[in-house]
């Protein structure tokens, strides 16, 4: 007599995802990252969620047909894997370190006083470093963001030139931190070229839809869905453990522990997280909390992994 065994189904998304969205715009704390003016022109009430699942199916609610947003620091996701495919990890933990630091992602004390290495690749002072390390001027250094941009999002992106101009004219926060990396030896271009590289990163502009293909990658061990290699294992091993642990800066424990999904967070209000060989994840809304999180983002992420069980301790069940 043959056993039978019961195949576990996953929960309907399609309704939830809705309810999910309804219940988030209750969330109203938090504001929008006016410090970069022409963030504070967002509409507050736009609020997205895509979930892309290992196989490719795509599952959208909220305003994901029409809500778009610059991704900001998720945008340190592209240099960090595309240097550790070209240069390998041993290189890249040369140029930056990999331990939370429980401070402002961008502050200048920190880097002064623990430095003169950065402490990891998602603080602000990290990813102008690894963007010096970018081969090439300027032009070159944008045609390589362009390309890796294409291989992990499975399309072009582009700058939103309105946000470009209003992060460049105000970024004298980032300039501290460049000239002080300059003057350690941990930048080798001129500041202005390394810091429009680093806006132009953090300028692109997407979807949830176009950002959550980046997480699902990560999810499918940086496998297409047709189980073409795209990035190695090793380097999407090195990616989620920092995203786990300082994705989300001194909010990552907080998120791996409520959550278990390795996430990382920019002050446009979007979020992208990974569940482990199950899907990737893209939330967003652009209130966000003093330390730069989403506000409905973490909750959102919060009820669907409770509703999914997609915490990464039952990535194995």
């Given at each position: 007599m043959t056993k039978l065994t019961q195949k576990?189904?996953?929960?309907?998304?399609?309704?939830?995802?809705?309810?999910?969205?309804?219940?988030?715009?209750?969330?109203?704390?938090?504001?929008?990252a006016d410090y970069i003016p022409e963030l504070a022109n967002v509409d507050t009430k736009k609020t997205s969620i895509t979930v892309m699942l290992k196989g490719g199916d795509s599952h959208d609610a909220g305003d994901a047909n029409t809500h778009?947003?610059?991704?900001?620091?998720?945008?340190?996701?592209?240099?960090?894997?595309?240097l550790l495919e070209e240069f390998g990890k041993d290189k890249v933990l040369s140029w930056v370190?990999?331990?939370?630091?429980?401070q402002d992602f961008a502050?200048?004390?920190?880097?002064?006083?623990?430095?003169p290495k950065p402490s990891n690749p998602f603080v602000n002072s990290g990813a102008i470093c690894l963007c010096d390390?970018?081969?090439?001027?300027?032009?070159?250094?944008?045609?390589?963001?362009?390309?890796?941009?294409?291989?992990l999002f499975n399309q072009p992106l582009y700058v939103n030139q309105s946000v470009y101009n209003s992060e460049l004219i105000t970024g004298d926060h980032n300039r501290a931190l460049a000239y002080l990396l300059k003057s350690t030896g941990f930048l080798n271009n001129p500041v202005e070229s390394v810091l429009k590289t680093y806006v132009s990163l953090c300028s692109l502009e997407v979807t949830t839809r176009q950002a959550a293909y980046l997480p699902a990658l990560l999810a499918r061990s940086g496998c297409e869905f047709d189980h073409k290699p795209i990035i190695s294992s090793a380097t999407v091993d090195v990616v989620l453990a920092l995203m786990a642990t300082c994705g989300l800066y001194d909010e990552s424990g907080y998120n791996l522990v409520m959550t278990g999904l390795p996430a990382k967070s920019g002050v446009s209000g979007l979020i992208v997280a990974v569940a482990l060989n199950r899907a990737g994840i893209a939330v967003a809304s652009p209130r966000v909390d003093y330390k730069g999180g989403s506000i409905r983002g973490q909750y959102m992420l919060e009820q669907l992994s409770n509703h999914t069980k997609w915490h990464f301790a039952n990535a194995g069940l």
């Open positions: 576990k189904t996953q929960p309907s998304l399609e309704p939830y995802l809705k309810k999910l969205i309804s219940k988030s715009r209750k969330l109203n704390d938090g504001k929008v778009k947003m610059t991704l900001q620091s998720v945008s340190k996701l592209i240099i960090l894997i595309g370190g990999v331990e939370p630091t429980g502050s200048i004390k920190y880097l002064d006083w623990h430095g390390k970018i081969p090439g001027n300027l032009a070159e250094r944008w045609h390589w963001i362009d390309k890796w941009v294409t291989k």
